[in-house]
């Protein structure tokens, strides 16, 4: 048997229960994230297909992100409060029931503006349960993995994840439509039943079980009580009969479940360091999304000239990218540095954004492309990792939930920006405002996230401050 240190020199695993446990939820992730790269490359080519409007397939893209805006603070608490396992089981049920009723749609011949409304809202449904997913897998790695091997095991779900989301899912997903759409609609339902029959398969209880304060003792902290408690102490404070006990008791309630909402957010903020990298995630994501809303527009109906299934090879630099920055992030994480990982990335965005603005050529586009999801593939890896180590277990779905309000709700900010400023001139100033926008986040990454503050041991929380959502954490993040 290994030890730890030797686990860690030879990368692999120990063979034990909790290997079989993580390989069951890779195998979940897997499936569900190539059905997610079947969807990023069925949504914006359905929508070419039904219009010729570059505003209204942008709208596709923004109705795919617009839960990110509005999901994430209560999938957090969702994630905190009920067992991980079966939310992600339910949510990828759902996501396949909905494409089973938009194949419906489309095997009935409806006209094509009704399978264009009924698309937006399939992605809207789509959103939710990947917003779901994403967030309860993330909590759940550190319930199957030891600390010292979290690198390890989000360099595995993040690699799998580029390369069946981008790498192969958004070519064969091209490859599908042109087909025909009906196959890839019909593919990405039957790999949503497949990953939710995997997570079917993993044995145990996920429902957080750290030796935290419980909802009321958390809410107790910032003097919101509920129960009897607060009934009593309405009733000693004069005058209060039966029905101001209940309104008493109903109105503090109702603060306590907002209170709890709101916790990540609370924590987020009041962290400078972390607070500066999830609003650059923020910028950053907005880019992206605005890049990508409109990438499909000048690179099939524009002056690239791609077909549909060149649009999917075309993204899988993307994933190529992201694989490799995976794998090397645990390694450069030790050499290099958290900040010049960071600094990397965003200097990748911007060649990424900014090249289709001033050129047409698809050898450069791809490169730059490439280039773009190497850096993002660091990121994601580094910071995942990080935030796992620093937040408590008890409370990684309600301040990832904060993390992605944040940083993935500039999406929708950033798609609909971009279906607005490509109606009036066209793709190539939504590339060049994405570029210069994300360059711009240099600024507070040099300024604020330097060593001391990415690199500052976890301050030990004493009791009373782990009554408080409000106790100060490190910093840690999310992008995309």
Not at 320 to 337: K, N, S
Not at 367 to 377: D, E, H, K, N, P
Request: aromatic letters at 6%; hydrophobic letters at 50%; proline letters at 6%.
């Amino acid at each position: 048997m290994l030890t730890p240190a030797a686990q860690r020199r030879s990368g692999r695993p120990e063979q034990h229960r909790g290997g079989r446990v993580f390989a069951r939820l890779w195998a979940a992730t897997a499936s569900a994230n190539l059905g997610d790269g079947l969807v990023l490359a069925l949504i914006p080519l359905l929508a070419v297909q039904l219009t010729a409007s570059s505003g209204l397939v942008a709208g596709a893209k923004l109705a795919h992100t617009l839960p990110w805006a509005v999901a994430p603070l209560l999938v957090g608490l969702l994630v905190d409060s009920m067992d991980r396992r079966r939310l992600i089981v339910f949510f990828n049920l759902s996501r396949a029931t909905a494409l089973a009723a938009l194949l419906a749609v489309l095997l009935l011949g409806a006209p094509p503006l009704f399978v264009l409304w009924f698309l937006y809202l399939v992605a809207l449904c789509l959103a939710v349960g990947e917003a779901v997913a994403d967030i309860a897998t993330t909590a759940i790695v550190p319930s199957v993995v030891p600390r010292h091997r979290l690198e390890w095991a989000n360099s595995w779900i993040r690699g799998t994840e580029s390369v069946l989301n981008e790498f192969v899912g958004l070519p064969l997903g091209g490859l599908l439509i042109a087909i025909g759409p009906a196959w890839a609609v019909g593919g990405a339902g039957g790999l949503y039943l497949v990953a939710a029959g995997a997570m079917l398969m993993l044995s145990g209880t996920f429902r957080p079980t750290d030796r935290e304060p419980s909802p009321d003792t958390d809410a107790a902290g910032h003097g919101v009580r509920s129960g009897t408690g607060a009934g009593q102490r309405a009733g000693h404070s004069g005058g209060g009969g039966d029905g101001d006990d209940e309104s008493n008791g109903a109105d503090e309630t109702g603060g306590r479940k907002r209170h709890l909402l709101t916790a990540g957010l609370r924590i987020l903020w009041r962290n400078r360091p972390l607070r500066t990298l999830t609003l650059m995630s923020t910028v950053m994501a907005g880019c992206w999304s605005a890049w990508l809303a409109v990438l499909v527009v000048y690179t099939v109906q524009g002056p690239v000239g791609l077909s549909p299934t060149g649009y999917g090879l075309l993204l899988t630099a993307l994933g190529a990218g992201a694989v490799i920055g995976a794998a090397l992030a645990p390694r450069l994480a030790r050499t290099v540095g958290v900040r010049w990982i960071l600094a990397a990335d965003v200097v990748a965005g911007v060649v990424m954004l900014g090249t289709p603005a001033v050129s047409a050529d698809v050898v450069a586009i791809a490169a730059a492309t490439f280039i773009g999801g190497l850096g993002s593939g660091l990121w994601n890896v580094v910071v995942i990792s990080l935030r796992q180590r620093l937040i408590p277990h008890g409370r990684l779905g309600r301040i990832s939930g904060a993390i992605r309000f944040l940083g993935w709700g500039g999406m929708p900010v950033g798609a609909a920006l971009a279906a607005g400023l490509a109606e009036l001139g066209g793709p190539r100033p939504v590339f060049a405002l994405s570029a210069l926008l994300t360059a711009c986040t240099l600024i507070p990454l040099l300024r604020i996230l330097n060593a001391p503050a990415l690199n500052a041991p976890p301050q030990e929380e004493s009791p009373e401050s782990q009554g408080s959502p409000e106790s100060p954490e490190s910093p840690a993040g999310e992008k995309r």
